[in-house]
């Protein structure tokens, strides 16, 4: 069993940034990947950003790119997620996920094994 602990949530203005934290704990040898995804409500869980465990890999939505960057610190066990430039199109709940079923980054949520319970992130304009 693997659980995903992520922070770094709250309230930012227009141009702002913020950095999210994610922990795995448990049995987290078999991972392969880690990624962050959003959503807001009536939406669908939508892909963000993600990194190779091993090798750190990376891997971002066309929307974030230049201004979202994922980094894992793998003697801490956490990945991180630092966001630039924030506008309210960024706001949402942000998780945690990681994928241990195969190498390789995924984008769609149901390739990920293990979820975080949410850090909500808003961005006022």
């Known amino acids: 069993q693997v659980q995903l602990v992520e922070s770094g949530g709250g309230l930012v203005q227009t141009g702002g940034s913020l950095r999210l934290s994610c922990v795995p704990s448990?049995?987290?040898?078999?991972?392969?990947?880690m990624g962050w995804f959003r959503q807001t409500p009536g939406k669908e869980r939508e892909f963000v950003s993600a990194?190779?465990?091993?090798?750190?890999?990376?891997f971002y939505t066309d929307s974030v790119k230049g201004r979202f960057t994922i980094s894992r610190d793998n003697a801490k066990n956490t990945v991180y997620l630092q966001m630039n430039s924030l506008s309210p199109e960024d706001t949402g709940v942000y998780y945690c996920?990681?994928?241990?079923?195969?190498?390789?980054?995924?984008?769609?949520?149901?390739?990920?094994?293990?979820w975080g319970q949410g850090t909500q992130v808003t961005v006022s304009s």
């Open positions: 448990g049995r987290t040898f078999t991972t392969y990947s």
């Open positions: 996920a990681r994928r241990s079923r195969a190498l390789g980054i995924a984008t769609q949520a149901s390739e990920y094994d293990d």
């Open positions: 990194i190779t465990w091993t090798r750190g890999i990376t």
